[in-house]
Structures are given as structure tokens and as C-alpha cells.
């Protein structure tokens, strides 16, 4: 079921607010690598406990905000031993609109 235009509004706002500002960094690197076409710094990798968002480390708490928040999916198997993921349109959504709301 996709959302209204108003419903899609509402929850970027919602997701915006909600995110710590480490995530919204984390999403505005992804969005910045996608559109610069350098797909291999757009993807956040796991390794065991390292997080790794193109050559910035991150950290798991930042990619569970962003799992839970349902604004990047896994490119691997949850649990594989490398774990990639990318951002989704609700990412790019919320991306987008950070990036147009800075001064």
C-alpha cells in the first residue's frame, strides 16, 4: 500500500525529527555518494562490530536508527558475516529533504 503524497510528507518530517544527527549525516554521505555515482561509498558495511559508511566509521547504534526507521534494506543476508546496506526511497526521502532544509 503506498502513501499518500500528505502521508509521505508526514513521515519524513516524522523521520527527521527522529533521527539523531549522526544518522542524518550517515544518510546525507549515502545520498551524496549515490548522486556523485560512487556506488561503493553509498552502502554502509558491517564487519562484526565496524561500521563503515564509504572511509567514515560509524556505529551500529547509527545503522539500527536507520534499520528501524526502515530508511536503508540489506544487500546481504541479515547475519552474513559482511553485511551490506543501501539506502531505500524512504532514505533518500528523508536525505533529500535534510539536505534542503539546511541554512
Known sequence: ?????AETLAFVD???AALSPAAKRVLGMMLAAEEADRYEDAEIIRDGREVWVGEHRTNNRVLNDLLAGVLVHAEEPMG???ERFTLNEDGRAVAKA???TKP
Open 98 to 100: 535534510e539536505r534542503n
Open 1 to 5: 500500500m503506498s502513501m499518500t503524497p
Open 14 to 16: 516524522a523521520m527527521r
Open 80 to 82: 552474513a558475516k559482511i
